[in-house]
């Protein structure tokens, strides 16, 4: 057995990778009982971020990768190639069934077992993958930092900018979810 704290995108993808192959896991997703202050809905694989994967084409290493990923029969790359939105050369998704369709997947298997509850402590001994992302709840955040033997955890992001609305041409942009 092996114990997935993290029911987002990467906790997903770790959970479908070793059920398929025969082994049961052990899903722990905190929501709907506790929520970070990103994410909102009940479902697994929430996207709180872009819904862009950025870019399919095998040209470039954003692609490349995305292409591996389907080679190696990734639930998530599956999904988001179901649930595409138009996007130029790149994979963008409708977030809401992106997260709706990978729950179902996920559920469908009989030796995943969902476990809605905060995970606050890791067991040294058990098999575990934690996938619990960049906004990990401060307990389970105080574990990792014991175990890792860090004073800090750093979580890097972008700032995208943000514009106004009523600044930008729709003549020459058009809107897309
Ligand atoms: C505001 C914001 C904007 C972002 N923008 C982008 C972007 O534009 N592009 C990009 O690539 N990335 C962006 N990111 C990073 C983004 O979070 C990751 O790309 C992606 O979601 C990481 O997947 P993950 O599975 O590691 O974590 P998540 O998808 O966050 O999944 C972690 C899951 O673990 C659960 N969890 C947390 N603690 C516990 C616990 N103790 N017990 C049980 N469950 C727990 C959470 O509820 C969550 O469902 C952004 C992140 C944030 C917060």
Redesign the pocket.
């Known amino acids: 057995m092996v114990k997935v704290?993290?029911?987002?995108?990467?906790?997903c993808e770790a959970a479908y990778q070793l059920a398929k192959r025969g082994i049961n896991v052990k899903l722990?997703?905190?929501?709907p009982v506790k929520?970070?202050p990103?994410?909102n809905n009940e479902n697994?694989?929430?996207?709180?971020?872009?819904n862009s994967f950025k870019s399919n084409l095998k040209s470039n290493a954003c692609g490349l990768l995305k292409e591996e990923l389907r080679m190696l029969d990734s639930l998530l790359l599956r999904v988001a190639d179901e649930v595409k939105v138009p996007a130029g050369q790149a994979l963008a998704v409708d977030r809401d069934l992106f997260s709706k369709r990978v729950t179902e997947e996920i559920s469908k298997f009989s030796n995943i077992e969902i476990i809605k509850?905060?995970?606050?402590k890791i067991d040294e001994n058990e098999l575990t993958i934690i996938?619990?992302?960049?906004?990990?709840?401060d307990?389970?955040y105080k574990e990792i930092k014991k175990l890792v033997k860090e004073e800090c955890l750093h979580f890097y992001?972008a700032a995208?900018p943000i514009i106004e609305k009523s600044s930008i041409d729709m003549n020459i942009a058009f809107f897309r979810r």
């Open positions: 704290i993290g029911g987002g995108l990467a906790g722990y997703e905190m929501k929520f970070s990103a994410h697994l694989a929430e996207i709180v971020c872009s509850e905060e995970v606050t996938a619990t992302g960049p906004l990990t709840s307990t389970l992001d995208a």
